[in-house]
């Protein structure tokens, strides 16, 4: 049976974490801190937390609590220490898959504004997608509906499933006109990511691609990125993720074709997945419901339609860009980039493809709409 209100159930929420306000509340206590109020003092007595990548959860925070799960609004993990959790009996959720489509969505929107820019067709290039879980075949599925050849690399995937489907990053390297990046972040063990982006993978690189990080910032060695743009090795970069985030290094900013502060996932619709799936983890561990987890969800578009007869050439092109469009962030980033941090936080989330209504499509322009998640009206 599902638990009642229970005074004892303590939650402790960062309190950016959207659509989160009032769902728990008629089961739980929750208190909402802000990333610099997670302290030991304050998390103390908290059954659960419910976090962000912005919050560390280190020994020093979590050693002589109470907390027995640990649940993240995020994709990725590195922001948990694992190890100590395991050493502690703390159990930890993240929400994979959670903003998977939005990332996607945002390499598709970059990947046409340089091809507008270039006045080159994406059509026909060959993207080399490195690390294919959620995220990676999100990308995939939009590439190919887009008529992009795609090479795939990811060798723990390849390890079980067989290398049928994959590639190895000499391949990617000699035979990608873009290469985007999707691996969580890991220094250690056989595939371990850090800097998988380097000096050697770049010095193999042979069409001059276009390169994209929007997975972690540690995934590529920044001072090897750069010299490898220098050197003519690379000619475009859309970078999401930075090393040593919020502090960005500036010349890597300034080189840049498309720059934002790390909200590649920030659509309205993955931060009400990943915090739904963060409630469904508390749920299950502490054997409760939330009734009202039902209204965790985006608000509606005041507009949702966008029509083609509107636009009188690269018409999908600019049902994308209408849906999404990274340059005006990219504009705040470079006029302050010390306010990385702050742009994160109050950034407007974008809705995703499946939010919007396409009209006037022809038949053509339909079956491609379809297949990156539009709904069209005939």
Known sequence: MPRQKD??????????????????????DVTYLTSKEFTPEQIHNADALIVRSIDKCTRELLEGSQVKLITSATIGFDHIDTQ????????????????????AQYILAGLII????????????????????????????LC?????????NDPPRAEI?????????????EQADIITFHTPLTKT???????????DFFSKLKKNPWFINASRGAVHDTEALLQA???????????????????????????TTIATPHIAGFSADGKANGTRMCLEHIESFFHLRFDKIKNVVPPALENPIID??????????QAVLKSFNPLYVDKMLRENPTKFEWYRNNYQHPREFSAYTIIHATMEEAQVLQQLGFNVQF
């Open 84 to 103: 100590y959790c395991e050493e502690a009996g703390i159990t930890w959720k993240n929400s994979p898959g959670c903003n998977a489509v939005s990332v």
């Open 114 to 141: 340089l091809s507008l820019v270039r006045k080159e067709k994406l059509q026909g290039k060959t993207i080399g997608i490195i690390g294919v879980g959620h995220v990676g075949k999100e990308v995939q599925k």
């Open 189 to 199: 063990g056989r595939y371990a990511t850090f800097h998988l982006a380097g000096k």
């Open 229 to 255: 743009y220098q050197t003519g090795k690379i000619s475009e970069m859309i970078i999401d993720c930075w090393e040593n985030e919020p502090t960005i290094n500036l010349e890597l900013l300034s080189h």
């Open 161 to 173: 499933e067989g290398q049928k489907e994959f590639v190895s990053l000499d391949t990617i390297a």
């Open 7 to 28: 005074k004892e159930m303590k939650i402790v929420a960062d309190n950016t974490v959207p659509y989160l306000k009032g769902i728990a509340e008629p089961i739980a």
């Open 308 to 317: 083609l007869d509107k636009f009188t050439e690269n018409r999908i092109e």
């Open 144 to 152: 190919t509906a887009f008529g992009l050849n795609v090479l795939l």
